[in-house]
C-alpha cells in the first residue's frame, strides 16, 4: 500500500536577491504581496512565477550527485571551484525563495494551495522551468534541479513568512495547465 504524500513541511529559510541571476541570501522574514511575490525580490512581479519554492531534499538530492560525479571523475577535478560550490549549496543557491523541508513539492499538481504561517496561502502555478543563459550551477556543473523540482507559485494572500513556519497542503490542485 502506498502512504500518501505528507501534508505539513517547514519554512527552512526565506530567501531574497536584489538582482537576477544570482544565488539569493537567506533573511530572517520576509513580506509576501498577492500578485507580487516577495517584496524587495528582483523576481517579484505579476504572473505565475511570483515566488520560487524548492525542496530542501531536492538541494541535499543534488549535492549527492555533484558528489558521486566529482569522485567518478565526471567533473574537473582540477577545479577548485566545483568543490567550492558543493560545499556551498544550502538555501538561495538554487535562487529560490521558500526553501521547504517535509514536503515532496514538485509531486504537487499544479492549483495546489499551500498555508504558509498563519496567513500567507500560495497556490502552486508551475512546476520546473529551464535554467537561464548563465546558470553558474547549470554552467560549472552540468545540472540544475530547479528545471525537475523547482515550483512557482502565485500569492493568494499575503503576510509575513519566517524560517519554522509551517506550510500545509490546503487544498489538492489539479494538473490539466501548466
Known amino acids: 500500500m502506498n502512504a500518501s504524500p505528507p501534508a505539513v513541511g517547514r519554512v527552512v529559510s526565506v530567501n531574497l536577491s536584489t538582482r537576477k541571476g544570482v ?11 498577492p ?6 525580490d528582483a523576481h517579484s512581479g505579476p504572473g505565475l512565477q511570483q515566488v520560487s519554492l524548492l525542496a530542501s531534499e531536492s ?24 568543490y567550492d560550490v558543493i560545499a556551498g549549496l544550502g538555501p538561495g543557491s538554487f535562487a529560490e525563495n521558500l526553501t521547504i523541508e517535509g514536503l515532496p513539492l514538485a509531486q504537487l499538481p499544479l492549483g495546489t494551495r499551500l498555508g504558509v504561517g498563519g496567513e500567507v496561502v500560495l497556490e502552486i502555478s ?8 548563465g546558470c553558474a ?8 534541479v530547479m528545471p525537475r523540482e523547482g515550483v512557482f507559485a502565485r500569492v ?9 513556519d509551517e506550510v ?8 490539466d495547465h501548466q
Open 23 to 33: 544565488p539569493k541570501e537567506p533573511v530572517p522574514e520576509a513580506e509576501l504581496r
Open 35 to 40: 500578485d507580487l511575490g516577495l517584496v524587495d
Open 59 to 82: 538541494i541535499e538530492k543534488q549535492r549527492r550527485i555533484f558528489q558521486e560525479r566529482l569522485a567518478r571523475g565526471e567533473l574537473r577535478k582540477q577545479c577548485r571551484k566545483g
Open 126 to 133: 508551475r512546476i520546473g522551468k529551464k535554467c537561464h543563459s
Open 137 to 144: 550551477i547549470f554552467e560549472l556543473l552540468g545540472d540544475c
Open 156 to 164: 493568494l494572500a499575503g503576510g509575513v513568512v519566517r524560517p519554522g
Open 168 to 175: 500545509r497542503v490546503d487544498e489538492c490542485g489539479h494538473s
